[in-house]
């Protein structure tokens, strides 16, 4: 059973325009989540995180929302760059682990 | 060489062969991980070392094998391996989770495409 999900596979976004990707956990446990971005060829690498304690987390061009209630966060871009095209993974952990888990990946394209 | 590397980057072998990959991180981390990635399939964690120390073990099929001589050094010996064991492998570094503290981010290499004849 998969505790992180990934439910979009692939999305196609305006250059410019807002990039919304989503993700849901099924386990409370979780306090801690992270979003990392792959190209071909090349491992993941990190891109942003919230802790449970807030509900927001900002880093220039990307925002990750947490929704602890609805078990859901979701990552915006914006605006979205052609660069920013690319395999999202959402990841989920318990603090004081050394697991991480991730969700299947959404392939994010920008067309310009 | 900066960062976390993986050799080889691609290796085709039989079933019947023994073969080794190879990770470094050159982030002066403590704890790596190898993952496994398999087409439409989330990563999936198989082993963890912390400061040498294997510390976990996802129910992984013995005929894989890693080994950690030092904490920049992560090793995964394949023998026998199964077709369906070809993926990318993954291997990641990132500081010591402690208890109680929010865990590290990972760096992860490029990863070796593995394909099982």
């Known amino acids: 059973d998969q505790q992180v999900k990934q439910n979009s596979p692939s999305l196609s976004v305006q250059e410019g325009r807002i990039s919304i990707l989503n993700c849901d956990y099924t386990?409370?446990?979780?306090?801690?989540f992270l979003w990392y971005k792959k190209y071909p060829a090349e491992g993941p690498t990190f891109l942003i995180s919230?802790?449970?304690?807030?509900d927001k987390n900002e880093d220039g061009r990307f925002t990750v929302f947490l929704n602890k209630s609805a078990k859901h966060l979701s990552l915006h871009i914006v605006p979205s760059q052609p660069g920013d095209s690319a395999v999202y993974f959402c990841a989920a952990s318990v603090s004081g682990t050394y697991k991480y888990i991730f969700g299947t990946g959404t392939r994010l394209k920008v067309l310009a | 060489e900066t960062g976390v590397t993986q050799t080889p980057r691609h290796l085709v072998m039989g079933m019947t062969n023994k073969k080794s990959l190879k990770c470094e991180q050159h982030l002066g981390h403590n704890a790596m991980y190898w993952y496994k990635q398999s087409a439409k399939k989330p990563l999936e964690l198989m082993f963890v070392?912390?400061?040498?120390?294997?510390?976990e073990n996802n129910s992984v099929p013995s005929r894989f094998s890693p080994e950690c001589p030092n904490s920049s050094h992560l090793f995964l010996h394949l023998h026998t391996l199964q077709p369906e064991d070809s993926a990318l492998y993954l291997c990641a570094s990132s500081q010591e989770a402690l208890a109680g503290q929010k865990p590290y981010e990972q760096y992860f290499g490029p990863g070796t495409r593995l394909t099982v004849t």
């Open positions: 919230i802790s449970s304690i807030k």
């Open positions: 070392y912390s400061l040498e120390e294997r510390v």
């Open positions: 386990n409370s446990m979780f306090d801690y």
